[in-house]
Structure formats: C-alpha cells, structure tokens
C-alpha cells in the first residue's frame, strides 16, 4: 500500500488524516503491470477507479480501426477511470502502461462499504474527486477540438473534397456513430471553436447541422 508521505501529495486524499485515509485504502485492491499493457479497454464495463502507485499510463481514444489518439499521460498520485466509478458506465477510452506500474484499485462495490461505516470520509474523499474531474473537465473542450481535427485527418476527409461535392450539390449519405443514416446534400463545412460541423440540406429542403466527430462514413450518390 501507499506510504503515509506519498498519501499527503496526492490531491485524493488531500482532505483525509492519515486513519482516515488507511480507511480507503483497506478497500482498495492491489494490482501490478509491465509497460505496454493494458488497464482497461476503450467500450469495457467499468466500476473501478486506479491510483497510480508508480509508473506510468498514457490514455488513448480509438479515431478509427487502426488509429488511436493519445489524450494523456498520468503518474504517481494521479486517478485514472474515476467516471465509470462514478457513473458506473463503459470506459471513454484505453488506459495503457508505458513502463511496470503499480495501482490500487477502488471499486464501487468496496466503497459502498466505506460510504455506510464512515459517511465522513466518504463525502471527503467525493469532495478531492469533484475537485480533479472539475480540473480536467476544464481541458475538455481543447482535447475534443485535437481530437476532432485529427479525426479529420486520421479518416481521410482532408483529402475527399468536400468543399467540390458542396458545389455541385453532390447526393451524399452520411452514416453516424448511433446507427442512424442521413441522406441529402453537403452545402459546407464550418470550422468553430469547437471543432467541425457539416451543414446538410436535406430532402425536404430543410437544414441539419452535423457533428464532424460523429460522421463514422460518407457515402457518395
């Protein structure tokens, strides 16, 4: 387990006295890994959050089959997974390790427990965890608009002319990431500080705004 000197560094348990820390700590488990191994998979069930010990863990987001995109990088004292252990939902992305590291590892399930015996410390330990999704949720917007542009050029769109099939009102049908499947007629494509949208005229003549990011496929007519 984490040593009593590191415990004090890391901002998840900045609010926690020592015994209050063990408390967590007693739920959580142990688990090593050499580098180049994956933690969790992007789209794997999750329910547990990872502590890095040591080492370290870079984050990837899959663009496409082949190609993935690094988002970050994390080390001792760092929380990696904590939203499926919030929310209990499949992972956004893959965590994998760069070199042999050591993580503990809290489950929803362990800290269910520490939440009926100790609603103190709970509620503590809630408090430094809003504190870092709140920091990372405030890079959100710049990951999402790399993420968008090198979608951009990971998928090829640099180099289908979209600008040319929007001038010739070319038929297209764009297949999107949930299933469904829009046909119509590109009239452009914006870029804002969010990243790329699509404009398409549907066949009713009416106009639908389209995500870049959630185009999985362009079929032309």
């Known amino acids: 387990m984490a040593e009593e000197g590191k415990l004090n560094r890391w901002r998840l348990f900045a609010e926690l006295t020592s015994e ?7 739920a959580c488990e ?5 580098g180049g191994e994956e933690l969790f998979r992007e789209n794997d069930p999750g329910d547990s959050l990872f502590i890095v010990q040591s080492g370290r863990v870079d984050i990837f987001k899959n663009i496409r089959g082949d190609v993935d995109r690094s988002l970050a990088s994390f080390g001792p004292g ?14 956004s992305a893959t965590a994998r390790t760069t070199e042999k590291s050591e993580f503990l590892v809290l489950s929803r399930q362990s800290f269910a427990k520490v939440q009926r015996d100790r609603p103190d410390i709970a509620a503590a330990f809630f408090r ?11 890079t959100t917007n710049e990951l999402y608009r790399e993420a968008v542009a090198f979608s951009i050029e990971a998928t090829g769109a640099h180099t ?3 600008k040319a099939l929007a001038d010739e009102l070319r038929p297209v049908t764009l297949h999107l990431a949930g299933g469904q499947s829009i046909a119509g007629r590109i009239l452009q494509m914006d870029h804002h500080a969010a990243g790329y949208t699509v404009v398409l005229k549907l066949s009713n003549d009416q106009l639908t705004i389209i995500p870049y990011h959630a185009i999985q496929r362009i079929d032309l007519a």
């Open 30 to 34: 142990e688990r090593n890994l050499v």
């Open 128 to 138: 430094n965890m809003a504190g870092i999704v709140a920091s990372r949720l405030r």
């Open 160 to 162: 289908l002319n979209l």
């Open 20 to 26: 209050d820390a063990d408390v967590v700590l007693k």
């Open 78 to 91: 760092d929380v990696i997974g904590e939203m499926s252990f919030i929310d209990g939902a499949r992972r």
